[in-house]
């Protein structure tokens, strides 16, 4: 089993920046990529960014060069970087790891609000 623990969520104005971390424990070794969706009220889950355990990146197109995923394996951790924010960026932000055996893992959830 994999556990994720999201952190770094919070209340921002617009154009401000936040980074979000995501902790990975347990069977970390079975992950073979880990992500950040978000869910805002009345919408889907959407995918924001992921990257593989290589090192491989892919962001959703309106976060491009605004939004950062990195990784740090000694920590175990992954951390998405957010600049320029707007209040559309307001949502539910979930940590998501992929599993070689085709498992999914999910944290909890953090909040990010972008005021106007």
């Known amino acids: 089993q994999v556990q994720l623990v999201e952190s770094g969520g919070g209340l921002v104005q617009a154009g401000g920046s936040l980074r979000l971390s995501c902790k990975a424990s347990?069977?970390?070794?079975?992950?073979?990529?880990m992500g950040w969706h978000r869910q805002a009220p009345g919408k889907q889950r959407e995918l924001v960014a992921s990257i593989t355990n290589g090192g491989s990146t892919m962001y959703r197109e309106s976060m491009k060069g605004r939004f950062t995923i990195s990784r740090d394996n000694a920590k175990n951790t992954v951390y998405l970087q957010m600049n320029s924010l707007r209040p559309e960026d307001t949502a539910v932000y979930y940590c998501r790891g992929w599993g070689i055996n085709g498992n999914d893992y999910w944290g909890q959830g953090t909040q990010v609000t972008v005021s106007s």
């Open positions: 347990g069977s970390i070794f079975s992950i073979n990529a």
